[in-house]
């Protein structure tokens, strides 16, 4: 049978494969799957030309995100299978996301939904929720572009940047949890299968900052939670395990019980270094789910 080609998702911050990329494109060579990145904003890289597509570094997609969706469709229309399934990537992309899994019992973050059309202020949305501070993202963004936190000495200053936030696009309001400085919890799964975890640690004076990375062994208690988390958004798409081959769940602990602050299902950092065998976890999860897709 002839090699499949796969192409890796990449965009114009990194469009060449990253460490961790080329670590998993050599392991898919060994199983018959040749694969090459493909920028998905370069309007000369055709993505209909592959068997299968994998997003991984298309990180700034939200600077763009209409041009984004349309590049989905056009996955879509031509039948080349993604994974993870662009049906999951559109929902996953904005982060109203959230309160479709709160609506199926996970606990997350507490968190306001605000639309771009909301006459909503941010005075009213602390006074309703009883909360003396706040974070404020963009419903659709990655890392913390966009986000700032608010509290209630700063907010005469705050609430004309809310509301010049909300003209831009929908939001998401979030209670400001302390917890943070001990750690977002990100919790890796493969084809539905826990693989490995890290804590992401902000800087000191940066609550949103994420890139300090120590090692992290989770609770028994813990990963059940993350699965259930991951079990809800597979339930709400009616997928198996092997149909969302890859998934990062984050999370802080408050009071002992994990809160979803959020589900990246398009191109979170796995981190594949950190744990002896991920590769080849997350590359026989690829392999499952292209092989449930076309029969290869």
């Known amino acids: 049978m002839a090699p499949l080609d796969i192409g890796i998702v990449t965009g114009e911050k990194a469009p060449s494969l990253t460490d961790d990329g080329e670590a998993l494109a050599a392991e898919l060579s060994t199983r018959g799957m040749e694969a090459e990145p493909v920028v998905w904003s370069d309007d000369e890289a055709d993505p209909t030309v592959f ?23 056009h996955l879509d229309s031509a039948g080349v299978p993604a994974v993870n399934p662009t049906s999951v990537v559109r929902w996953n992309m904005h982060k109203f996301y959230l309160r479709d899994l709160a609506d199926a019992g996970v606990d997350i973050v507490p968190t306001a939904t605000i639309p771009a ?5 941010l005075t009213s949305i ?12 963009p419903a659709i963004g990655t890392s913390s572009a966009g986000v700032w936190r608010v509290s209630g000495e700063g907010l005469d200053d705050a609430r004309e940047r809310f509301v010049e936030a909300r003209a831009d696009g929908d939001l998401l309001v979030q209670r400001y949890l302390p917890e943070i400085f001990d750690g977002e919890r990100s919790l890796v799964f493969f084809g539905g299968e826990y693989s490995h975890a890290s804590l992401r640690m902000p ?9 300090a990375v120590e090692p992290y062994e989770p609770r028994e208690a813990t990963i059940a939670t993350a699965e259930s988390v991951l079990g809800a958004a597979r339930d709400r798409f009616d997928l198996n395990p ?24 398009i191109e979170p950092f796995l981190g594949l270094e950190r744990s002896p065998g991920a590769v080849e976890r997350f590359a026989d999860a690829i392999e499952a789910a292209i092989e449930a897709d076309t029969g290869a």
């Not at 602390?126 to 993202?137: I, P, Q």
């Open 242 to 265: 092997e149909e969302l081959p890859y998934a990062r769940v984050d999370g802080i602990v408050r009071e002992g019980e994990f809160l979803l602050s959020e589900l990246e299902l």
């Open 203 to 211: 800087a000191d004076d940066d609550f949103a900052a994420n890139d």
């Open 51 to 73: 068997d299968a597509v994998l997003f991984r570094s298309c990180w700034h997609y939200y600077r763009q995100p209409e041009a984004f969706r349309r590049w989905l469709e």
């Open 126 to 137: 602390l006074a309703h929720r009883g909360w003396a501070e706040a974070v404020v993202k």
């Open 117 to 121: 059309a909301s006459d909503r202020d």
